[in-house]
Each structure stands twice: as structure tokens, then as C-alpha cells.
């Protein structure tokens, strides 16, 4: 990398250890120095709930040695320059895959660091790592992803989707247990429409399932119609119990929680048949005291053969068939998928754009300007 006068400096969007408002930082433009790297210039970069967390309540984890944090750990980019044994080309469109591995575990080694058994990996803009809120970014051959040229306006989605993908994988191969198991005939509730919410919502719909969606919030609401676009049944849950929701929707094969601990969120295990699947996505912020009778709980997972699932993060096989799914998606609901997206900002726009989220946002995104 250059360095002194000469050397050409980018903007990037990040936070200072003990701060907790986002600034701009002028950085170095990162250089490709190994025959497995390329050059990405940022198209679009997403900004998660993750980011927001980080800024708010100072958990700035800097790489080694420094006082501030890159974030963005969501985005797509088109390569630039490339190492002389990459896979790709000058001008491909890419998203990146934010989790790198440690090196030391089986399941790292295995290039499957979402399994880190150590600890000890990096995120891009969240772990030891610096992320892609930045003009320019350099990553290596393993954490790239070549996105097909019809979908570069939705692909920054591609990291949500992958966490679903993930959850999904872990799911089907979970229901291998049951001999005559169909995925395709199975009965799913989602809980939470945000991006990775809205995400599971698309993909479950994808492949036919029966798909209901709770939520606080009118049905004319914006992402309560969203839903129904993709397929989904929509149900408003204030003023209703677990067992109004029996009633409703029946008992259900796969429950998604996309939101963060609530009551509703352990009482929904009621609502599972024998064999379902309860999968937690949501990452619960701050404290909370739950009442549940969990002699109850146990006896119900036990003798019913339930399983209580978490998931986190995603590799590179998810993030390529996250993007095989929202080409198809796009190609079914362009419209829909769409407005997943719900507010663009341009670099300029940092500080609105880390702002606190409206109700009806779903995904805001840094859109960085092509030469």
C-alpha cells in the first residue's frame, strides 16, 4: 500500500472507541498486494440493525492496534483490479462475505467460519475486521461472490437472504430425522418483518409454503402489505393470545423468530405440532424478565420431539444460493423484492442515514456514486 503524500485517500463511514456517532473517516485507498485479492469499488452497502447497536452503545471491536471501526458488513461492489489467480474479472458485480475464519478450528479450515468453534474469527464491521462502508474495499478470492447482472440492484440483500438460507439448510437437514417428511408441505409462521424477517417471508413463499406472518401493525400497513405481496397471511396480534392464534392459524411445522425475546416469542412454542422446528434469528437488545411455566415448556419439547433452534451468520454456499433465489424471486415479483429496499442515502447522508429507523423501514442502504 502507498503510503505519505502520494498515497490516494477514500472516504469511509465508521465510529471512534467511546464514541457513539458515526463519522467520516479519510482512509488509504486499499491496494491489492496478493495474487488472490481484488479491487472492489462499493455500488451499494446496507446498514443493519448490528451497525445501529454498535454506534449507540459503543461496542466498537477495532482490528489490532486501532482506535476506530469501518463498519457495513452488507454490500455489493464491482471489481476493479484483481490478483493475477482470482477467479474474477475486472467489471463482475460481487457481494462480499463478511465473516472470515480463524484458521485454527475444523469447521474454519472447512471454510465454514459461521461454526467457528474458537471464537476467534473476523466480521467485516463488527469483529476485529474493518467493513465496507468505505469507497474501496480489497478482499480475497474465498469471501467474494459473483451476482448475476439482472438482480445488482437488489443484491445487496444477499446477506439477510443468506442468513435465511442458512437457517433453512440447518432445517431441512434437521427434518431428515422423519423418514416421510416434505418440506414443500410444511405450515410456517414468521415472527418480525425486517430485512431478515421480510427475507425468511420471500423465501419460504418461494417454494410454495404456507406462510403467516405476525406483526403489531395494521393490515394497510406498509409491511404488512409487503407480505401479502409475496404470498404471505398477515395476522395483527395485539389484543390476541396464543390460543386466539391456535384458532387462526392451527398449529404449524416451522416457527421463525426474527424479532428479539419477547413474551409472544416463547409463547409461540405452543404453537408448534409435533416435530416442528423453532428457529431464533432475532438477537434480543438489552434486558428482559419472561414469565413462563418452563416445566411446561420442557415437558412439551421432550415428548413432542421438538427442536429449539438458533442460527447466526452464513458462508459462502448460502450467499450463492440466496442470490439463485432472488433472481428468482425478482423474476416473479420484481415489485415486491424491490421494495425491501426502503431508504437509499448517498455517503454525504451518513448521519440521517444512521438515524433511528421509521416503522416502516425495512433496509436503508448507502449508495455510493459510479464514476
Do not use: W
Amino acid at each position: 500500500m502507498e503510503k505519505g503524500p502520494l498515497a490516494m485517500k477514500i472516504r469511509a463511514i465508521g465510529v471512534r472507541k467511546g464514541k457513539k456517532e458515526p463519522e467520516i473517516f479519510l482512509i488509504e485507498k486499499p491496494q491489492v498486494t496478493k495474487p488472490n485479492q481484488a479491487c472492489i469499488k462499493m455500488l451499494d452497502a446496507g446498514i443493519c440493525g448490528t451497525d445501529i447497536d454498535i454506534i449507540e452503545n459503543s461496542l466498537v471491536d477495532s482490528p489490532p492496534g486501532e482506535d476506530k471501526l469501518i463498519l457495513g458488513h452488507e454490500a455489493i461492489g464491482k471489481i476493479v483490479e484483481t490478483g493475477e489467480q482470482t477467479r474474477f474479472r475486472k467489471g463482475d458485480h460481487v457481494a462480499l462475505i463478511p465473516r472470515h475464519g480463524c484458521g485454527i478450528c475444523a469447521p474454519c479450515k472447512s471454510r465454514r467460519s459461521d461454526f467457528c468453534e474458537t471464537g476467534q474469527y473476523t466480521a467485516a464491521g463488527q469483529h476485529k475486521l474493518h467493513g465496507y462502508f468505505s469507497e474501496f474495499f480489497v478482499e480475497e478470492d474465498e469471501y467474494i461472490v459473483k451476482v448475476p447482472e439482472g438482480i445488482v440492484n437488489v443484491a445487496v440483500l444477499a446477506e439477510p437472504f443468506s442468513i435465511v438460507e442458512k437457517a433453512l439448510q440447518q432445517v431441512m437437514n434437521a427434518q431428515k430425522r422423519i423418514p416421510t417428511h416434505e418440506f414443500r408441505k410444511t405450515k410456517a409462521v414468521v415472527f418480525g418483518m425486517g430485512s431478515v424477517g421480510m427475507s425468511a417471508i420471500a423465501l419460504l413463499r418461494n417454494q410454495g409454503i404456507e406462510t403467516h406472518v405476525l406483526g403489531r401493525r395494521d393490515n394497510t400497513d406498509a409491511k404488512a402489505r409487503l407480505a401479502t405481496e409475496f404470498g404471505a397471511k398477515y395476522v395483527d396480534i395485539r389484543n390476541k393470545n396464543v390460543n386466539i392464534l391456535k384458532e387462526e392459524i392451527g398449529k404449524v411445522d416451522l416457527v421463525i423468530e426474527a424479532t428479539g425475546a419477547t413474551q409472544m416469542v416463547i409463547d409461540l412454542i405452543e404453537l408448534m405440532k409435533r416435530n416442528a422446528i423453532y428457529v431464533f434469528l432475532g438477537i434480543p437488545k438489552g434486558s428482559e424478565e419472561l414469565c413462563f411455566n418452563i416445566k411446561g415448556m420442557v415437558h412439551k419439547i421432550v415428548r413432542e420431539n421438538l427442536i429449539i433452534m438458533g442460527s447466526v451468520n452464513s458462508q459462502k454456499e448460502h450467499f450463492e444460493v440466496a442470490l439463485k433465489h432472488i433472481e428468482e424471486i425478482h423474476a416473479k415479483k420484481p415489485d415486491a423484492i424491490e421494495k425491501i429496499i426502503t431508504n437509499i442515502y448517498h455517503l454525504d447522508e451518513y448521519k440521517l442515514a444512521f438515524s433511528k429507523s421509521r416503522e416502516e423501514t425495512i433496509k436503508k442502504i448507502i449508495r455510493f456514486k459510479e464514476d
